[in-house]
């Protein structure tokens, strides 16, 4: 056989290996399930590859979730979560159950890993009040004092209060 023939079937073969190690998963085990949302942990098809935590609710997808669970605010009728890929911003979302509609607060603050967690969780992430626009979360770590942000969705920002 001619040997650039060979060679661009192997070139063809370990390129369709990359895109289907990349572009499928093996799995998408539903690690947590309720009326609200699912989230599913994809297993890549890879050996050594990394897996990918999607959260999924009315019908859209957050792929790179960083934070714990999801906290519900029902003043707004929207679930809040982070999403981080390595090497970039995190992604603070308020997404509408409702509309379908989501705010995306981008922050350099490595910032809601624990969301979801029972306040009385020693590592934890949640509100501790809605005023308008505005909500206050609390981010709780052992015996670190607890960091309050103050959360405005109408101005899309997040910063550290005292």
């Given at each position: 056989?001619?040997?650039?023939?060979?060679?661009?079937?192997?070139?063809?073969?370990?390129?369709?290996?990359?895109?289907?190690?990349?572009?499928?998963?093996?799995?998408?085990?539903?690690?947590?399930?309720?009326?609200?949302?699912?989230?599913?942990?994809?297993?890549?098809?890879?050996?050594?590859?990394?897996?990918?935590?999607?959260?999924?609710?009315?019908?859209?997808?957050?792929?790179?979730l960083y934070?714990?669970?999801?906290?519900?605010?029902?003043?707004?009728?929207?679930?809040?979560?982070?999403?981080?890929?390595?090497?970039?911003?995190?992604?603070?979302?308020?997404?509408?159950?409702?509309?379908?509609?989501?705010?995306?607060?981008q922050t350099?603050?490595?910032?809601?890993?624990?969301?979801?967690?029972?306040?009385?969780?020693?590592l934890t992430?949640?509100?501790?009040?809605?005023?308008?626009?505005?909500?206050?979360?609390?981010?709780?770590?052992?015996?670190?004092?607890?960091?309050?942000?103050?959360?405005?969705?109408?101005?899309?920002?997040?910063?550290?209060?005292?």
């Amino acid at each position: 056989m001619n040997r650039n023939f060979l060679n661009t079937i192997v070139s063809v073969f370990a390129a369709a290996l990359c895109c289907v190690g990349c572009a499928s998963s093996r799995g998408a085990n539903i690690v947590f399930k309720d009326d609200r949302v699912v989230i599913r942990e994809k297993t890549p098809s890879l050996p050594h590859g990394t897996g990918d935590m999607v959260l999924e609710a009315r019908g859209r997808s957050f792929k790179n979730l960083y934070s714990n669970r999801y906290i519900w605010i029902p003043e707004w009728g929207s679930i809040l979560f982070v999403t981080h890929r390595e090497g970039a911003v995190y992604k603070l979302h308020v997404f509408a159950l409702e509309t379908k509609h989501d705010i995306t607060i981008q922050t350099n603050i490595p910032f809601g890993s624990d969301m979801g967690r029972a306040k009385t969780d020693k590592l934890t992430c949640f509100i501790e009040k809605v005023d308008g626009d505005i909500a206050v979360l609390v981010e709780r770590s052992y015996k670190s004092p607890d960091i309050r942000y103050e959360l405005n969705r109408a101005k899309k920002s997040l910063r550290p209060i005292r």
